[in-house]
């Protein structure tokens, strides 16, 4: 790979540096989404073709999982060359002209960068398991065993067992946080550093307004080894980690979230400050101090411009009294921060399966989490298929392709069953994905939900998302402003959104009886457009069950 290339052209002061600022993005697994050649497998070309539907939807971005060479143990996320496109996605050819059609449709592109490790056929791991002294020997993290024989610590894998893999070329351990085949690099040694960056600059010229990246709380680990501590089992949740896994009994001080990461993500910001209108937004997976990583790592306007942590995407259900935990405990952690709130990705089941299986109606209480997601302050991602209702595929054994389902099966069935492909045509074959069979099975019931059934109806819960998305447009407080909660009883959110002379009150029932949310004595006017029917009378707010409420305090 060539060594960082000088940026093409001064910054264009014309052009909004702050969008990422309450952007929606819009994330696409591209196994997924839509399949052009017929080889049962979505790909960049497919993506292309798809790209209106966004546009229309009223994203402002999309972010696309990995598409770069890999031997897919772990579907894109071990990568084997960072500056290549996997002949299964397509080519380089075909991603400039998605990134072309993209911005042509107002669209930004975000792609995963997945920095913290490679695949274990990556040239650089290839290289440095081949001897101890070789130039990329100190290039990913090695370690010798213990006395015994045994790994250098109590480090474990996300993916099961211990996070060390035994090398015979090399006769010492390496570290894998994730797949054995998945070797993490060694962050400590700055030519890994320089050669990341170079692959970032790769991305930026060909055009990219902004990364994801991947685990960026796991870049860097204790040169000390030092084994983690025991977390009391009070203390143990599954935010990053399903409830089955060994992993959530350690308090992981020494294998993530190191303080050394700081420099790193420092360097990586004044990278993209070279270009204008990038962003990135990294993913926080710290099941005891996730808050506050995302606290640091968006601090001061150095470091990444957002992250997400695992606050919403946990199998806990949302409530009131979390969201509103959640972000006035992220408002005092990180002041001047921002992060970035999903309740859905493609590690984690669905919610319409998760949260929305047992509620009287399950489409309304869809429509008023996702519009109270999509009010919070911070930006917003949905997952492809979300804003269809689309619930986890229930996969038999013998169709699981995600190691980690088979691994913890069947307590823990994966992450397969939020990967289906994405339904477009509820009455053609594969739901419109494919002409061939599919990587994964596309269910059955995922066919009464294609996109062309839902569209045009205005009931349906697509279009209260494309409906929704033009109101949250009209209304840049719902973007960019702050946010003040207001006291409200049982199932109940209530807040004010305020950027410049625009004041908006905000709010929302989360359950499916009728609700009262008293305002004080002040007068409500209301504000059209977003589809709810609360009705408002001076000082109060009454709302039907999953029913919400917009306007303004006169």
């Not at 979505?42 to 798809?50: A, E, Q, T, V």
């Not at 143990?73 to 998605?98: E, H, Q, R, W």
Request: proline fraction near 6%; charged fraction near 20%.
């Amino acid at each position: 790979m060539q060594s960082a290339l000088k940026a093409s052209s001064k910054p264009d002061l014309a052009i909004d540096r702050d969008w990422w600022r309450g952007a929606v993005i819009y994330q696409i697994y591209p196994r997924s989404y839509q399949d052009s050649n017929g080889d049962g497998i979505g790909d960049l070309k497919g993506i292309i073709g798809r790209l209106p539907y966004i546009a229309a939807l009223g994203a402002d971005a999309i972010w696309i999982s990995p598409f770069f060479k890999s031997p897919m143990k772990d579907f894109g996320y071990d990568v084997t060359d960072y500056c290549d496109v996997d002949p299964m996605f397509g080519t380089l050819a075909d991603f400039d002209a998605l990134t072309a059609e993209a911005h042509r449709l107002g669209l930004k592109v975000m792609i995963d960068e997945v920095l913290s490790h490679t695949a274990d056929n990556h040239p650089w791991f290839k290289e440095s398991r081949s001897s101890r002294n070789n130039p990329k020997a100190d290039w990913y993290v090695w370690a010798d065993a213990r006395p015994d024989g045994t790994p250098p610590n109590n480090w474990l894998s996300i993916f099961g067992g211990s996070a060390w893999q035994w090398d015979t070329s090399r006769q010492q351990y390496y570290l894998h946080n994730f797949l054995a085949e998945q070797p993490d690099l060694n962050f400590h040694n700055h030519e890994v550093q320089n050669a990341l960056l170079d692959v970032t600059r790769f991305w930026l010229e060909r055009g990219v307004d902004g990364f994801r990246l991947d685990t960026i709380n796991f870049y860097f680990h204790s040169q000390g080894l030092e084994n983690n501590p025991p977390l009391p089992p009070e203390q143990r949740n599954d935010q990053t980690a399903p409830a089955v896994n060994p992993y959530n009994y350690q308090d992981h001080l020494y294998d993530k979230s190191r303080p050394e990461n700081l420099g790193f993500l420092e360097r990586f910001r004044a990278l993209l400050d070279e270009y204008p209108a990038t962003a990135a937004v990294g993913e926080v997976g710290d099941s005891q101090r996730g808050l506050e990583v995302v606290a640091a790592y968006t601090a001061g306007g150095k470091r990444v411009h957002m992250c997400y942590s695992f606050d919403f995407l946990a199998p806990e259900k949302i409530s009131a009294a979390k969201v509103r935990s959640v972000l006035e405990s992220f408002g005092k952690v990180a002041s001047d921060g921002w992060s970035c709130w999903a309740f859905s990705n493609h590690d984690v089941m669905r919610p319409a399966s998760r949260w929305a299986a047992g509620e009287a109606d399950p489409t309304a209480y869809l429509k008023v989490i996702s519009a109270l997601l999509m009010s919070l302050r911070g930006s917003v991602c949905i997952y492809q298929g979300e804003e269809l209702g689309l619930g986890e595929a229930d996969l038999r054994f013998e169709d699981l392709q995600d190691p980690y389902g088979i691994r913890f099966w069947p307590e823990f069935k994966g992450r397969d069953g939020c990967r289906t492909p994405m339904v477009w045509d509820g009455s053609a074959r594969n739901g419109g994905f494919s002409s061939a069979k599919p990587w994964l099975p596309v269910p059955a019931k995922h066919l009464s939900q294609a996109v062309n059934v839902q569209q045009g109806d205005e009931t349906s819960l697509l279009e209260h998302y494309r409906r929704f998305l033009t109101f949250r447009r009209a209304h840049p407080a719902l973007a960019k402003g702050d946010i003040t909660f207001i006291d409200s009883e049982g199932d109940t959110v209530a807040f004010t959104r305020r950027a410049g002379n625009e004041q908006i009150v905000c709010v929302f029932n989360l359950g499916a009886g009728p609700t009262k949310v008293d305002l004080g004595n002040r007068s409500l006017q209301p504000l059209p457009g977003h589809g709810f029917s609360g009705q408002a009378s001076t000082g109060s707010i009454q709302l039907g069950g999953y029913g919400a409420w917009f306007g303004r305090i006169d």
